[in-house]
Every structure is written in structure tokens, then in C-alpha cells.
């Protein structure tokens, strides 16, 4: 299976960027609705685990004003630096921890949204199983791609920020990749999102910072209450850009079969 997706994407026709907009522009016009139903389950998921990290801040704010109260030394005669030093450890400790588990969330959520693209793009049966991919070996898989394309996006901005650009298309493409194959290893997975990256990255690169700009500047012009309608346009070109390249099998696994122990 990892040897006939390389062929595939070594084999892909060139993808044209008017046919995969035009495209993307029609799908939205029928799947906006489960895009935002997406979303807000997202957000629901998002707020309350990004609202933990602020617990620290109200520590470190008691913790000041006990200082200003009683002095260089807390209540349990410990000096109030080192509390702040631990507090500050926690709370980056915290950040990373509610960074990975939201980002995994986020990527299990879309990867579902791909797979509705495909089922209205198709005019299959769509699946409300929202939550599909948090089952059996999925959940663990999605969180180690979460972790893999933090190192890979840290690195990048380490090395002056100019190498996201690069890594940004084949980071949106992992997604599709794995909605579609969920079977392969992580290791295959990001080798063949850097493989599809590489070979279509001026194409890519353009249509996802175009989606990207359209979907704001619409959402914007709705009275900013229209981003959340059309934050997920960004992910229409990537399905198609897929669906080109790669396309897919009559043999490939339906959602039902993806349901694990």
C-alpha cells in the first residue's frame, strides 16, 4: 500500500490551480454547513483546554500579591522567586501539554472533514461520525503526526522562519494524506506528504495562501461573523489538490471499516 501511494504521486498529472479553485469554490457552495458544524465542535474542544493554561497566570498573580503582603517570603517560609521559577516551569510544562492534545483534536476533526469532502464531492452517503478517528490505533497515530509536525514546524522556525513556508504546504497536505490512508505508518505519512509537497509546492503554496486570504477577507466582510462559516474553505483545495495527484481506489477503506476496537 506505502509502495502504490509513492507510485501515485510519482506518476501524478500536473494539477492546474483554475480547476482545483474553480472546484473548491463549487464544493463549499454545498459542505459550508458541516464545515461550520466542524468548527464548533473544534471550539468547543479548543476554549476549555486553552482556559487550563490561564490557571498558572491567576497563580502567578496571587503569588505577586502575597509577595507585596508579606514580603520576600511566602506564607510557608519559601522564597517567593523560587515559587514564581516553579509556577512559570508548570505553566510552560502546561502549554506544550494542552498545545499537543488541542492539536491533535484540531488534525482527527479535519482529517473527518476531508472524508465528508470526498462523500459530497462523490455523492456518498455522509457519515456524522464526527470523532472516527479517535478510536483504537487512530488516536495514538493522530497524536504522534501532532508531536512529528510540531518538531517539524519548531525546527523550521528555528532555522530564521523562511523554511515554514516550505514545510507549510506539506504540513496541510499530512492531513488528506491520513484521512485517506490512515493505515500507513507515521513515517509514511510524512514522506509522502514532503514527496507530494515537493512535486506540486508552487501550485500548493498558492492556492492555500489564496483560500486562506479568501476565506478571511469574506468572513471579514460579513461582519467578521462570517470567518466562522468560511474557515474551513482553506481545506477545499487541499482535498482537490489530493484527489488530483493522488486520487482514490475502489478497494480503499470505507468509514465503517475504520471503526477499531
Known amino acids: 500500500m506505502t509502495n502504490n501511494l509513492f507510485e501515485k504521486i ?4 500536473p494539477i492546474d490551480f483554475g480547476d ?5 469554490i463549487e464544493l463549499f457552495k454545498k459542505i ?3 464545515g461550520f458544524v466542524h468548527l464548533l465542535i473544534t471550539m468547543a474542544v479548543m476554549i476549555p483546554l486553552f482556559a487550563v493554561m490561564y490557571i498558572p497566570i491567576f497563580a502567578l498573580a496571587g503569588l505577586s500579591g502575597l509577595e507585596n503582603n ?3 517570603y511566602g506564607d510557608y517560609g519559601y522564597p517567593q522567586e523560587e515559587l514564581s521559577i516553579g509556577l512559570m516551569i508548570i505553566f510552560i510544562v502546561l502549554v506544550l501539554i494542552v498545545s499537543m492534545v488541542a492539536t491533535t483534536f484540531q488534525f482527527g476533526i479535519n482529517a473527518h472533514f476531508y472524508r465528508v469532502c470526498r462523500q459530497v464531492d462523490m ?3 455522509q457519515s456524522s461520525k464526527y470523532f472516527m478517528f479517535f478510536k483504537g490505533k487512530y488516536l495514538g497515530k493522530i497524536f504522534a503526526i ?4 510540531f518538531g517539524i514546524a519548531l525546527l523550521a522556525a528555528l532555522l530564521c522562519y523562511i523554511p515554514i513556508l516550505y514545510v507549510m504546504v506539506p504540513i496541510h497536505l499530512l ?5 485517506f490512508n490512515p493505515d500507513l505508518s507515521v513515517s509514511d505519512l510524512i514522506k509522502a506528504s514532503f514527496k507530494l509537497g515537493n512535486k506540486i509546492w508552487l501550485i500548493a ?3 492555500i495562501f489564496v483560500s486562506s486570504m479568501l476565506a478571511q477577507l469574506v468572513g471579514m466582510l460579513l461582519c467578521f461573523v462570517g470567518i466562522f462559516f468560511t474557515a474551513f474553505f482553506v481545506y477545499m483545495p487541499v482535498y482537490y489538490m489530493y484527489k488530483e495527484a493522488i486520487g482514490f481506489d475502489e478497494t480503499e477503506p470505507k468509514e465503517d471499516t475504520l471503526l477499531v476496537e
Open 20 to 24: 482545483i479553485f474553480n472546484k473548491s
Open 146 to 149: 501532532s508531536i512529528a509536525t
Open 10 to 13: 510519482e506518476n501524478s498529472s
Open 32 to 34: 459550508w454547513v458541516q
Open 175 to 179: 492531513g488528506a494524506i491520513f484521512a
Open 123 to 125: 455523492g456518498e452517503a
Open 70 to 72: 508579606y514580603g520576600e
Open 205 to 207: 503554496f498558492g492556492l
